[in-house]
């Protein structure tokens, strides 16, 4: 079950985790106004006049954020020397908050997954005990 153990002090307990990027969005709203004037019928005394004003706003969104572990190839063939994208797998020492890095996946377990999966293995016991 417990497939790594913490670097600095020998923990077992790890948590999941993962980076968050602050993505920065910029919006620029432009804004158009359409204005129409119509007419429909005037003498000396009655003047319709019909006003139609219409806004379209565009939007503009500009946004940027994206993080990539890339492994650098160790091809020596320049045109097919390119880095590739590796998924990174983050555990956090729960004793002493130790960040471990992976490109492969562990199976950890955390102090409260260990309680949840002992709670579960004790009810199991137990409906076996009743037979
Ligand atoms: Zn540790």
Partial sequence: MKEIKCLVCGG??????YYEIDVNVDIYPTAYNNVDVSSRSFDDV???????????????????????????????????????????????CEDCGYIMNFTQEKNVESKHEEKMRKQKENTYDWSKFGK
């Fill in 12 to 17: 077992k307990h790890f948590r999941k985790g």
């Fill in 46 to 92: 009655h003047i319709d006049v019909d006003v139609d004003i219409s806004t379209s706003i565009e939007n503009e969104i500009v946004e940027s954020g994206e993080i990539f572990y890339k492994l650098v190839s160790e091809e020596k063939d320049k045109y097919s020397n390119y880095d590739s994208t590796v998924e990174v797998y983050k555990y956090n």
